[in-house]
């Protein structure tokens, strides 16, 4: 059975940085899309970044530059580092995951295994 769990999450000023884990259980990673999805409230579920089974990452435009994915295969954890804060950035993220497409990333934020979340919230 799939499981994910975060952590990272916090508070910090605009401009500084945060480094969210997501320890994954139940599945091998290298044959899974993993990634992030954030819910800003009034703002629809949005993908913040995946990271294909055989580590292609792939970015939401507007947050090119500034936030990084990155996997380690051999712990089953998902990182993401997320630099240069802003208080638009504020949100619950959640790790997710899916195997149902031989290592790729589905087109659409529908993602079979989700973590219960990781609040950060950004000061100005």
């Known amino acids: ?4 769990v975060e ?13 969210l884990s997501c320890a994954a259980s ?9 990634g992030w999805v954030r819910q800003r409230p ?6 913040v970044a995946t990271i294909t089974g055989y580590g292609a990452p792939k970015y939401a435009n507007s947050l090119k530059g500034r936030f990084t994915i990155s996997k380690d295969n051999s712990k089953n954890i998902l990182y ?3 630099n240069s804060l802003q208080p638009d950035d504020s949100s619950m993220y959640y790790c997710v995951a899916d195997g149902a497409y031989n290592g790729y990333c589905p087109a659409e934020n529908i993602f079979a295994s989700w973590g219960q979340g990781t609040q950060v ?4």
Not at 26 to 34: L, V
Request: proline content about 0%; charged content about 20%.
């Open 7 to 19: 952590s990272g999450g916090g508070s910090v000023q605009a401009g500084g940085s945060l480094r």
């Open 121 to 124: 919230s950004v000061s100005s």
């Open 1 to 4: 059975q799939v499981h994910l």
């Open 80 to 82: 993401l580092q997320m």
């Open 26 to 34: 139940g599945f091998n990673a290298s044959r899974y899309c993993m």
């Open 42 to 47: 009034g703002k629809e579920r949005e993908r």
